[in-house]
């Protein structure tokens, strides 16, 4: 098994990378986390804006800024944060100002990698994702990726920009993004499974290494809220 893949051609990452969600629940808690997960190798780290309201960007920079050499901040915009009148909003203009503000809060020029969260049903994906493309054409933004899509979905952005990743819920108990999953191998597409421990499944480091053995595209992002889980978690690919 590879444990690096290269996203986009371009950023070389370890496959088992951290999602960073849970930092929010315990913030001090959540620096140690992020400083561990990259003293133990972790060259990937999953966010969202609307993880915490933005919290969890924040906390990232806390915790890792200036980010060292090598180290890929992925973030997501494209959902409301529970106040605003659309929970999903994929407008440009909408997109552009919550890529602005992820910038800020991760104190970053150019966001690595970039994904829409979620299709916005009232606007077309090809109009998003060429938000995003021109974010990326003014260096805001340096890959773009999508995230809970389905096949159509990912073809439609494909017809407007380069789409180097997918994040879509999947586990061993969940295998609803299969064919997705293979185009994405089929032409070297990263493939983030969120919830990639499922429910009621069996330990950690065996789900984790069954994810990592099922295609060579697959990068799952656990995360954990406590060290003690990521070191758990981490455990999976110390053989890789």
Same mark, same amino acid.
């Given at each position: 098994?590879n *444990?690096?893949?290269?996203?986009g ?10 999602? /960073? ?5 315990? *913030? ?5 986390v992020?400083?561990? =997960?990259v ?11 609307i993880?915490? /309201?933005?919290r969890?960007?924040?906390?990232? =920079? ?13 973030? @997501?915009?494209?959902?409301?944060? +529970? ?5 999903r909003?994929?407008? &440009?203009?909408?997109?552009?100002? /919550? ?6 809060? !991760? @104190?970053?020029?150019?966001?690595? #990698? ?6 916005? &049903? %009232? ?7 060429? =938000?995003?493309?021109?974010? $990326?054409?003014?260096? @805001?933004?340096r #890959?773009? +990726? ?19 990743s ?5 586990? $061993? +108990? ?8 293979? =185009?994405? %191998? %089929?032409?070297?597409? /990263?493939?983030? &499974? ?7 499944? $069996?330990? *950690? ?5 069954w !994810?990592?053995?099922r295609? *060579?595209?697959?990068? &799952?992002?656990? +995360?954990?809220?406590k ?7 981490m ?6």
């Amino acid at each position: 098994m590879n *444990p690096t893949f290269m996203l986009g051609g371009e950023l070389e990452v370890r496959r088992l990378g951290f999602g /960073a969600m849970r930092v929010v629940a315990d *913030p001090d808690e959540g620096v140690r986390v992020l400083r561990r =997960a990259v003293e133990l190798g972790v060259t990937l780290i999953d966010t969202a804006d609307i993880y915490g /309201a933005g919290r969890s960007e924040e906390i990232i =920079a806390e915790a890792l800024h200036p980010y060292p050499e090598g180290l890929v901040i992925g973030t @997501k915009g494209g959902l409301g944060h +529970g106040l605003q009148d659309r929970i999903r909003d994929g407008r &440009p203009e909408y997109l552009r100002r /919550a890529c602005e503000a992820s910038l800020r809060r !991760l @104190k970053l020029e150019r966001i690595d #990698l970039y994904q829409l969260h979620r299709h916005d &049903p %009232e606007v077309p994906i090809e109009e998003s994702v060429g =938000a995003l493309r021109q974010l $990326r054409e003014e260096g @805001k933004i340096r #890959l773009i +990726g999508l995230s809970n899509v389905s096949l159509e979905q990912l073809r439609a952005a494909q017809s407007v920009a380069n789409i180097v990743s997918v994040q879509n819920q999947y586990n $061993r +108990g969940l295998l609803t993004s299969e064919d997705v999953l293979q =185009a994405c %191998e %089929e032409e070297g597409i /990263a493939f983030f &499974p969120w919830s990639p421990l499922g429910e009621g499944l $069996r330990e *950690p480091s065996f789900e984790l290494r069954w !994810l990592l053995d099922r295609s *060579p595209v697959m990068l &799952p992002i656990p +995360g954990t809220s406590k060290v003690s889980h990521l070191e758990e978690n981490m455990r999976a690919v110390t053989t890789a």
